[in-house]
């Protein structure tokens, strides 16, 4: 069984230190008793226009219920696409794509990379394949 909650958009600025939380989601998988936390924000400013907004590159982070061992994800200048969590055999997989053609917009003609990770394991290890 798995227990799902959702948070709003949130913005934080402290110092040099800002990001845009665009969705956090904590995920409480029974089979092992990890509690994850996955969140979805903007960390940096990929389109130069002096903020940070949805029109920014989202990122892919993780972090324990207490918030330790707080990690991004996802590539820097890859665009999230979506995720999953598949609690059956606890992994974690993601989608991005990169700008392979450095024209500035994600299109049909760019890359879109697939991973996972395995939550089950101590350490985060982030798994590229190639789907079927």
Known sequence: ?????????ISFREGLE?????GIMLKFLDKTNNQIMVYTMVDMD???DGKLDISDIKALYLSEISGERFTK???DFQELIDWKLIGS???LYYRTVEDT??????????????YYIDLSKKEWKI???EPV
């Open 101 to 114: 053609n450095k024209n500035g917009e994600f299109d049909k003609k760019d890359v879109v990379n697939y």
């Open 127 to 129: 798994i590229g394949y």
């Open 1 to 9: 069984m798995e227990t799902t909650i959702q948070a709003l958009i």
């Open 18 to 22: 800002a990001f845009l939380l665009i």
């Open 89 to 91: 055999n606890n992994r």
């Open 73 to 75: 994800i996802s590539s």
């Open 46 to 48: 990929t389109n130069k």
